[in-house]
Protein backbone atom coordinates (compact mmCIF):
# COMPACT_ATOMS: atom_id res chain seq x y z
CA UNK A 1 0.00 0.00 0.00
CA UNK A 2 0.85 3.27 -1.07
CA UNK A 3 0.43 6.01 1.22
CA UNK A 4 0.17 9.43 -0.11
CA UNK A 5 3.19 11.67 0.54
CA UNK A 6 3.99 14.02 3.89
CA UNK A 7 3.77 17.21 1.89
CA UNK A 8 -0.12 15.96 1.08
CA UNK A 9 -3.25 17.35 3.25
CA UNK A 10 -6.26 15.60 3.61
CA UNK A 11 -8.99 18.57 3.07
CA UNK A 12 -11.92 16.66 3.27
CA UNK A 13 -11.37 15.76 6.61
CA UNK A 14 -11.76 18.64 9.35
CA UNK A 15 -8.89 18.46 12.62
CA UNK A 16 -9.52 21.49 13.36
CA UNK A 17 -7.78 22.19 10.50
CA UNK A 18 -6.99 19.92 7.09
CA UNK A 19 -4.89 16.14 8.30
CA UNK A 20 -2.04 14.82 6.72
CA UNK A 21 -3.06 12.77 4.04
CA UNK A 22 -0.32 9.84 4.59
CA UNK A 23 -1.77 9.76 7.84
CA UNK A 24 -5.40 9.52 6.55
CA UNK A 25 -4.94 6.59 4.52
CA UNK A 26 -2.52 4.56 6.98
CA UNK A 27 -5.50 4.67 9.12
CA UNK A 28 -8.31 4.00 6.30
CA UNK A 29 -5.83 0.74 5.48
CA UNK A 30 -5.11 -0.62 9.39
CA UNK A 31 -8.60 -0.33 10.45
CA UNK A 32 -9.77 -1.80 7.35
CA UNK A 33 -7.98 -4.78 7.98
CA UNK A 34 -5.78 -4.87 11.59
CA UNK A 35 -5.18 -8.47 11.72
CA UNK A 36 -3.75 -8.20 8.20
CA UNK A 37 -0.85 -5.12 8.86
CA UNK A 38 0.13 -4.65 5.34
CA UNK A 39 3.66 -3.45 3.41
CA UNK A 40 3.84 -0.02 2.98
CA UNK A 41 5.66 1.84 0.01
CA UNK A 42 6.50 4.98 1.62
CA UNK A 43 7.09 7.86 -0.45
CA UNK A 44 9.30 11.13 -1.10
CA UNK A 45 11.50 10.47 2.17
CA UNK A 46 14.29 12.71 2.33
CA UNK A 47 15.03 13.62 6.21
CA UNK A 48 16.24 11.70 9.16
CA UNK A 49 12.98 13.76 10.78
CA UNK A 50 10.64 12.46 8.44
CA UNK A 51 11.76 8.34 8.56
CA UNK A 52 11.83 9.38 12.67
CA UNK A 53 7.92 10.58 12.41
CA UNK A 54 6.96 7.68 10.33
CA UNK A 55 7.96 4.73 12.40
CA UNK A 56 6.63 6.89 15.32
CA UNK A 57 3.18 7.33 13.34
CA UNK A 58 3.08 3.21 12.64
CA UNK A 59 4.61 2.36 16.33
CA UNK A 60 1.37 4.73 17.72
CA UNK A 61 -0.76 2.55 15.05
CA UNK A 62 0.27 -0.73 16.19
CA UNK A 63 -0.19 -0.15 19.97
CA UNK A 64 -3.47 1.57 19.19
CA UNK A 65 -4.56 -1.36 17.66
CA UNK A 66 -3.10 -4.02 19.67
CA UNK A 67 -0.17 -5.23 17.06
CA UNK A 68 3.20 -6.04 17.73
CA UNK A 69 6.04 -3.39 17.75
CA UNK A 70 7.03 -3.20 14.13
CA UNK A 71 4.09 -5.34 12.10
CA UNK A 72 3.97 -3.02 9.66
CA UNK A 73 6.71 -3.63 7.43
CA UNK A 74 7.95 -0.69 5.13
CA UNK A 75 10.03 -0.53 1.53
CA UNK A 76 11.56 3.03 1.77
CA UNK A 77 11.15 4.63 -1.77
CA UNK A 78 14.70 6.88 -2.48
CA UNK A 79 13.17 8.93 -5.15
CA UNK A 80 15.09 12.43 -4.47
CA UNK A 81 18.50 13.58 -4.70
CA UNK A 82 18.34 14.62 -1.17
CA UNK A 83 16.86 11.19 -0.35
CA UNK A 84 19.72 8.97 -2.46
CA UNK A 85 22.67 10.80 -0.49
CA UNK A 86 20.93 9.83 3.03
CA UNK A 87 19.56 7.03 2.26
CA UNK A 88 21.68 5.22 4.59
CA UNK A 89 20.47 7.34 7.40
CA UNK A 90 16.60 6.82 6.24
CA UNK A 91 16.83 3.07 6.46
CA UNK A 92 19.15 2.84 9.76
CA UNK A 93 16.38 5.30 11.11
CA UNK A 94 13.48 2.38 10.36
CA UNK A 95 15.86 -0.34 10.51
CA UNK A 96 12.87 -2.50 12.65
CA UNK A 97 10.48 -2.27 10.09
CA UNK A 98 12.15 -1.42 6.55
CA UNK A 99 13.08 -4.55 4.33
CA UNK A 100 14.27 -2.79 1.41
CA UNK A 101 15.40 0.81 -0.82
CA UNK A 102 13.35 1.15 -3.92
CA UNK A 103 14.68 3.39 -6.74
CA UNK A 104 12.25 5.32 -7.97
CA UNK A 105 13.38 5.91 -11.51
CA UNK A 106 11.78 9.26 -12.86
CA UNK A 107 10.23 10.25 -9.55
CA UNK A 108 14.17 10.89 -9.16
CA UNK A 109 15.11 12.78 -12.22
CA UNK A 110 12.90 14.77 -11.52
CA UNK A 111 14.01 15.99 -8.65
CA UNK A 112 17.58 16.20 -9.85
CA UNK A 113 16.21 18.71 -12.71
CA UNK A 114 14.66 20.64 -10.30
CA UNK A 115 18.22 20.36 -8.37
CA UNK A 116 20.37 21.07 -11.29
CA UNK A 117 17.99 23.10 -13.44
CA UNK A 118 18.55 26.37 -10.63
CA UNK A 119 22.33 26.36 -12.26
CA UNK A 120 22.60 24.43 -15.71
CA UNK A 121 22.91 26.81 -18.29
CA UNK A 122 22.00 24.26 -20.90
CA UNK A 123 19.29 21.53 -21.52
CA UNK A 124 19.14 18.95 -19.87
CA UNK A 125 18.41 15.38 -21.41
CA UNK A 126 14.99 14.43 -22.33
CA UNK A 127 13.71 11.43 -20.88
CA UNK A 128 14.38 9.07 -23.47
CA UNK A 129 18.16 9.88 -22.93
CA UNK A 130 18.09 9.06 -19.48
CA UNK A 131 17.83 5.03 -19.30
CA UNK A 132 19.74 3.44 -16.80
CA UNK A 133 23.01 2.75 -19.09
CA UNK A 134 23.93 6.56 -18.21
CA UNK A 135 26.82 6.90 -15.89
CA UNK A 136 24.48 9.16 -13.99
CA UNK A 137 22.12 7.26 -13.11
CA UNK A 138 24.25 4.24 -12.94
CA UNK A 139 26.03 6.42 -9.92
CA UNK A 140 22.17 6.52 -8.85
CA UNK A 141 21.96 2.68 -8.52
CA UNK A 142 24.61 1.78 -7.16
CA UNK A 143 24.16 4.32 -3.84
CA UNK A 144 21.18 2.42 -3.20
CA UNK A 145 22.78 -0.71 -3.53
CA UNK A 146 25.81 0.02 -1.74
CA UNK A 147 23.54 1.12 1.18
CA UNK A 148 21.23 -2.19 1.11
CA UNK A 149 24.27 -4.47 0.96
CA UNK A 150 25.96 -2.66 4.26
CA UNK A 151 22.73 -3.21 5.58
CA UNK A 152 21.39 -6.60 4.50
CA UNK A 153 17.77 -5.27 2.98
CA UNK A 154 16.39 -5.74 -0.48
CA UNK A 155 17.44 -3.42 -2.94
CA UNK A 156 14.22 -3.18 -5.25
CA UNK A 157 14.89 -2.14 -8.52
CA UNK A 158 12.67 0.09 -10.55
CA UNK A 159 8.93 -0.25 -11.75
CA UNK A 160 8.18 -2.05 -15.15
CA UNK A 161 5.93 0.25 -16.37
CA UNK A 162 5.32 -0.92 -20.24
CA UNK A 163 1.71 -1.83 -21.58
CA UNK A 164 1.65 -4.91 -23.86
CA UNK A 165 0.31 -4.65 -26.77
CA UNK A 166 -2.67 -7.84 -25.98
CA UNK A 167 -2.20 -9.04 -29.86
CA UNK A 168 1.65 -9.37 -29.29
CA UNK A 169 2.81 -8.98 -26.04
CA UNK A 170 6.22 -10.56 -26.55
CA UNK A 171 8.34 -7.53 -28.02
CA UNK A 172 7.11 -5.75 -24.30
CA UNK A 173 8.01 -8.56 -22.37
CA UNK A 174 11.42 -9.21 -23.66
CA UNK A 175 12.23 -5.92 -23.07
CA UNK A 176 11.51 -6.27 -19.16
CA UNK A 177 13.06 -9.20 -19.03
CA UNK A 178 16.27 -7.32 -20.43
CA UNK A 179 15.57 -4.51 -18.26
CA UNK A 180 15.63 -6.83 -14.76
CA UNK A 181 18.54 -8.81 -16.15
CA UNK A 182 20.26 -5.76 -15.81
CA UNK A 183 19.28 -4.31 -12.74
CA UNK A 184 19.87 -7.75 -10.96
CA UNK A 185 23.45 -7.60 -12.89
CA UNK A 186 23.74 -4.01 -10.71
CA UNK A 187 22.82 -5.96 -7.41
CA UNK A 188 19.51 -5.07 -7.09
CA UNK A 189 17.44 -8.18 -5.74
CA UNK A 190 13.79 -7.64 -6.46
CA UNK A 191 11.81 -4.82 -8.29
CA UNK A 192 8.12 -3.47 -9.12
CA UNK A 193 5.62 -4.77 -11.40
CA UNK A 194 3.51 -2.01 -13.29
CA UNK A 195 0.76 -5.13 -14.09
CA UNK A 196 0.32 -8.40 -12.91
CA UNK A 197 0.91 -9.64 -16.14
CA UNK A 198 4.62 -8.66 -15.97
CA UNK A 199 5.08 -10.35 -13.31
CA UNK A 200 6.43 -13.25 -14.73
CA UNK A 201 8.98 -11.28 -16.87
CA UNK A 202 10.16 -9.56 -13.89
CA UNK A 203 10.68 -12.51 -12.31
CA UNK A 204 12.62 -14.36 -14.91
CA UNK A 205 14.58 -11.38 -15.42
CA UNK A 206 15.74 -11.88 -11.35
CA UNK A 207 16.13 -16.01 -12.29
CA UNK A 208 20.00 -15.95 -13.22
CA UNK A 209 21.57 -12.67 -11.76
CA UNK A 210 24.89 -12.77 -11.41
CA UNK A 211 25.66 -9.41 -9.30
CA UNK A 212 28.96 -7.34 -10.31
CA UNK A 213 31.20 -6.26 -7.91
CA UNK A 214 30.93 -2.42 -7.45
CA UNK A 215 33.27 -0.02 -7.86
CA UNK A 216 35.38 1.67 -4.40
CA UNK A 217 34.65 5.28 -4.73
CA UNK A 218 34.65 8.32 -2.25
CA UNK A 219 31.64 10.41 -1.47
CA UNK A 220 32.83 13.39 -3.81
CA UNK A 221 33.66 11.07 -6.62
CA UNK A 222 29.80 9.75 -6.02
CA UNK A 223 28.49 13.33 -6.22
CA UNK A 224 29.67 13.98 -9.35
CA UNK A 225 29.08 10.77 -10.96
CA UNK A 226 25.45 12.01 -9.82
CA UNK A 227 25.29 15.33 -11.20
CA UNK A 228 27.01 14.77 -14.56
CA UNK A 229 24.43 14.45 -17.09
CA UNK A 230 25.21 14.60 -21.25
CA UNK A 231 23.91 17.75 -22.70
CA UNK A 232 21.02 17.40 -24.73
CA UNK A 233 21.73 19.12 -27.87
CA UNK A 234 19.13 20.48 -30.01
CA UNK A 235 16.12 18.51 -29.28
CA UNK A 236 13.44 17.22 -31.59
CA UNK A 237 10.29 18.73 -31.81
CA UNK A 238 8.89 15.34 -31.54
CA UNK A 239 10.32 15.55 -28.41
CA UNK A 240 9.28 18.66 -27.12
CA UNK A 241 5.95 18.11 -28.25
CA UNK A 242 5.74 14.53 -26.74
CA UNK A 243 7.36 15.63 -23.10
CA UNK A 244 4.14 18.61 -23.42
CA UNK A 245 1.53 16.12 -24.61
CA UNK A 246 2.47 13.97 -21.95
CA UNK A 247 2.37 16.12 -18.99
CA UNK A 248 -1.13 17.48 -20.05
CA UNK A 249 -2.56 14.11 -20.71
CA UNK A 250 -1.69 12.94 -17.15
CA UNK A 251 -3.01 16.09 -15.40
CA UNK A 252 -6.27 16.19 -17.60
CA UNK A 253 -6.70 12.34 -16.44
CA UNK A 254 -5.76 13.60 -12.66
CA UNK A 255 -8.64 15.93 -12.43
CA UNK A 256 -10.82 13.41 -13.63
CA UNK A 257 -9.73 11.04 -10.88
CA UNK A 258 -7.44 8.66 -12.26
CA UNK A 259 -3.80 8.64 -11.57
CA UNK A 260 -2.17 6.50 -14.07
CA UNK A 261 -2.89 6.30 -18.03
CA UNK A 262 -1.77 3.98 -20.85
CA UNK A 263 -0.48 6.58 -23.67
CA UNK A 264 2.21 4.99 -26.47
CA UNK A 265 2.69 1.68 -24.87
CA UNK A 266 3.88 3.06 -21.60
CA UNK A 267 1.95 2.98 -17.88
CA UNK A 268 2.05 7.36 -17.32
CA UNK A 269 1.72 8.51 -13.69
CA UNK A 270 2.18 11.61 -11.76
CA UNK A 271 6.10 11.02 -11.39
CA UNK A 272 6.20 10.82 -16.09
CA UNK A 273 4.09 13.93 -15.66
CA UNK A 274 6.24 15.69 -12.91
CA UNK A 275 9.43 14.94 -14.47
CA UNK A 276 7.78 16.17 -17.99
CA UNK A 277 7.02 19.66 -16.94
CA UNK A 278 10.27 19.94 -15.04
CA UNK A 279 11.97 19.21 -17.69
CA UNK A 280 9.88 21.62 -19.36
CA UNK A 281 10.29 24.32 -17.23
CA UNK A 282 14.27 24.26 -17.49
CA UNK A 283 14.19 23.82 -21.45
CA UNK A 284 12.48 27.46 -20.96
CA UNK A 285 14.42 28.63 -18.63
CA UNK A 286 17.93 27.91 -20.47
CA UNK A 287 16.16 28.79 -23.79
CA UNK A 288 16.70 25.38 -25.73
CA UNK A 289 17.57 24.96 -28.85
CA UNK A 290 15.67 22.93 -30.93
CA UNK A 291 16.17 21.28 -33.91
CA UNK A 292 15.36 23.75 -37.40
CA UNK A 293 16.97 26.54 -35.16
CA UNK A 294 13.97 27.82 -33.39
CA UNK A 295 14.31 28.32 -29.40
CA UNK A 296 12.21 27.03 -26.51
CA UNK A 297 10.96 30.44 -25.40
CA UNK A 298 7.93 30.81 -23.15
CA UNK A 299 6.18 32.77 -25.92
CA UNK A 300 6.64 28.90 -28.17
CA UNK A 301 6.13 26.86 -25.39
CA UNK A 302 2.51 28.55 -25.14
CA UNK A 303 1.96 28.61 -28.76
CA UNK A 304 2.25 24.71 -28.89
CA UNK A 305 0.39 24.16 -25.71
CA UNK A 306 -2.36 26.07 -26.92
CA UNK A 307 -2.37 23.96 -30.25
CA UNK A 308 -3.11 20.71 -27.30
CA UNK A 309 -5.80 22.41 -24.70
CA UNK A 310 -7.24 26.11 -24.68
CA UNK A 311 -6.11 28.10 -21.96
CA UNK A 312 -9.06 27.54 -19.76
CA UNK A 313 -8.27 23.79 -19.39
CA UNK A 314 -7.33 23.11 -16.04
CA UNK A 315 -4.09 20.94 -16.82
CA UNK A 316 -3.66 23.89 -19.43
CA UNK A 317 -3.69 26.52 -16.48
CA UNK A 318 -1.62 24.25 -13.94
CA UNK A 319 0.75 23.02 -16.58
CA UNK A 320 1.32 26.80 -17.44
CA UNK A 321 1.53 27.88 -13.71
CA UNK A 322 4.21 25.03 -13.31
CA UNK A 323 6.56 25.69 -16.53
CA UNK A 324 6.59 29.24 -16.46
CA UNK A 325 7.16 29.50 -12.72
CA UNK A 326 10.70 31.69 -11.76
CA UNK A 327 11.45 28.57 -10.16
CA UNK A 328 10.42 25.27 -10.53
CA UNK A 329 7.34 24.28 -7.61
CA UNK A 330 8.01 21.33 -5.20
CA UNK A 331 4.71 18.76 -6.14
CA UNK A 332 2.11 19.97 -8.22
CA UNK A 333 -1.16 18.70 -6.58
CA UNK A 334 -0.06 21.22 -4.24
CA UNK A 335 -0.11 23.98 -6.97
CA UNK A 336 -3.01 22.54 -7.89
CA UNK A 337 -4.78 23.38 -4.72
CA UNK A 338 -3.12 26.73 -4.32
CA UNK A 339 -4.44 27.01 -7.72
CA UNK A 340 -7.73 26.62 -6.71
CA UNK A 341 -8.13 24.08 -9.60
CA UNK A 342 -8.59 21.05 -7.43
CA UNK A 343 -7.68 18.77 -4.24
CA UNK A 344 -5.08 16.33 -3.95
CA UNK A 345 -5.58 12.74 -5.80
CA UNK A 346 -5.85 9.69 -4.38
Known sequence: MRPRALYALELALDFGGPGIAALCDLAAVLTAAPARPPHLYIPKLETLAEARFWDDALALAEAQLGLERNAVRVCLQIETFTG??????????????????????????FSLTKHLGRSRTVPLPPRAALGMDVDAMQAYAEA?????RRREAEAVGGTAAVA?????????????RVDKAREAAQGFTAAWAGLPGLLGAVREGFADARPAALPRETPEQSLARLTTLPDAG????????????????????????????????????????????????????????????????PAWYLTERRALLPDDHPAARLLDHLVLADAAPAYFPREAQRLGLGEYAP
Open 84 to 109: VRQADVLLHALRGRAYGLNAGRWDYV
Open 144 to 148: LVRVC
Open 164 to 176: PDPQNPRPALDAV
Open 234 to 297: PLPLVTMRDTLGLALDVFAAWFAGRGVIVRAGRLEDTATAELARAQLWQWCRVGAALEGGKRLT
